[in-house]
């Protein structure tokens, strides 16, 4: 910390800080070792009536991890809460206990703004993933990019775009706007958030660390990428859409890289038109 203007410089990961003394004279600095935790942001989500992903920012405190506790006491009106497992949704009852990396989906009358107690986990996050789709929370209490998040496989872990490229993940997570009912592809993954990831191997899982985010670059890699061209393809009814085109790194076959399959629909009582491609 610069005691003359009181900028605090992050050493880590380098180590290193130089100063440049312009004019003579005597500058102070204070080291200060230990953990800097940073502060959770945003403290709470708003959530619109309708169909929303969610996941728990914080770790539940003991005693009080249940639906009720976490998520049911902030809304007044009738709400219907899902979870997705064994290629399927399940509603859950008040008293079932939430964890991290839960990903939910929240069906709501109302608006009501989300807010919860609980723990930072500042000793890192593992989500197993199911062969296949998986609803997934966020377990982090800052803003991410999918190029910070890890891949634990077979005792390596490994950074997520080589498990793109290695085969062991889909090239691109999908969120939900409610305000459109439909998915879209992001690279960004937020507090109070849940996102769809596909795992195209067995015992892969996904690794959450907020010592990661503290070193952004600003270099969020971009999933999939393409080097020859791309259309889109919107349907008049809805805003859904799909995307197909060239690239010099594609193959006959499926390709984790630019190949996006599409999640599961959401659990709605009102069946819509949707849009696929039929990979060969």
């Known amino acids: 910390r610069d005691e003359a203007v009181g900028v605090v410089y992050n050493l880590i990961p380098s180590l290193n800080y130089t100063y440049e003394h312009s004019v003579a004279g005597q500058r102070s600095f204070e080291i200060v070792i230990g953990k800097n935790v940073p502060s959770m942001l945003p403290e ?68 009501f703004v989300w807010t919860m107690e609980g723990e930072k986990d500042e000793d890192g996050v593992a989500i197993p993933l ?23 496989y077979q005792d390596n872990r490994i950074s997520y775009l080589t498990a793109v490229n290695e085969g062991l993940v889909s090239g691109a997570i999908f969120d939900y706007d409610p305000n459109t009912d439909s998915y879209f592809a992001t690279n960004s993954l937020e507090p109070w958030h849940g996102y769809w990831f596909a795992a195209l191997e067995d015992s892969v899982s996904l690794w959450f660390d907020y010592r990661n985010l503290e070193h952004e670059t600003g270099n969020n890699k971009t999933y999939p990428a393409t080097e020859g061209w791309l259309v889109s393809v919107t349907m008049d009814q809805g805003a859904e859409s799909l ?7 594609a193959t006959t076959g499926f390709d984790s890289a630019l190949d996006m399959p599409i999640p599961p629909c959401p659990p709605s009582e009102i069946p819509k038109p949707t849009m696929r491609f039929v990979h060969p």
Do not use: C, F, K, M
């Open 44 to 111: 709470s989500r708003e959530l619109n009536s309708g169909l929303t992903i969610v996941g728990l920012p914080l770790v539940p405190p003991e005693g009080s991890e249940s639906l009720g506790d976490v998520l049911l006491d902030d809304i007044i009106s009738e709400t219907h809460i899902y979870n997705y497992e064994n290629s399927g949704y399940l509603e859950l009852e008040t008293d079932h206990s939430l964890i991290q990396g839960q990903g939910l989906w929240v069906n709501t009358e109302t608006d």
């Open 130 to 152: 199911s062969n296949g789709w998986s609803l997934v929370g966020y377990p982090l209490w800052l803003n991410g990019g999918l190029d910070r998040v890890a891949i634990d």
């Open 243 to 249: 995307t197909y085109g060239t690239s010099e790194s």
